[in-house]
């Protein structure tokens, strides 16, 4: 299995960018499409966006268009999320996730098999 952490979270101001990391271990990074999800308090897990496993193809949920872009770098077992125009809406837990299945783009949380523990993003008005 591979292990996953984030890192790169913290409290901003509305406007502001904010980029996300998460690094993998244990298995090879690219037998893996990646995803991003996030938790607010109160809220259930949502996704957020996700990258196949050559990083050609991205997907994004509707929330995080044209504002977060997902990239990733396999020679660093690393993937990111870069986020602009950051709203208070977006504070929340954020999680990376790997998926070992095929089938792409892959939305749901049962889809993904390997979780980080989530680092927290905090957007103030």
């Known amino acids: 299995q591979v292990q996953l952490v984030e890192s790169g979270g913290g409290l901003v101001q509305a406007g502001d960018s904010l980029r996300l990391s998460c690094t993998g271990s244990g298995r090879t990074f690219s037998n893996y499409d990646m995803g991003w999800f996030r938790q607010a308090p109160g809220k259930e897990r949502e996704f957020v966006a996700t990258i196949n496993r050559s990083g050609g193809s991205t997907y994004y949920a509707d929330s995080a268009k044209d504002r977060f872009t997902i990239s990733r770098d396999n020679a660093k077992n690393t993937m990111y999320l870069q986020m602009n125009s950051l709203k208070p809406e977006d504070t929340a837990v954020y999680y990376c996730?790997?998926?070992?299945?095929?089938?792409?783009?892959?939305?749901?949380?049962?889809?993904?098999?390997?979780w980080g523990q989530g680092t927290q993003v905090t957007v103030s008005s």
């Open positions: 996730a790997g998926d070992r299945h095929w089938g792409f783009p892959n939305v749901q949380n049962d889809e993904y098999e390997y």
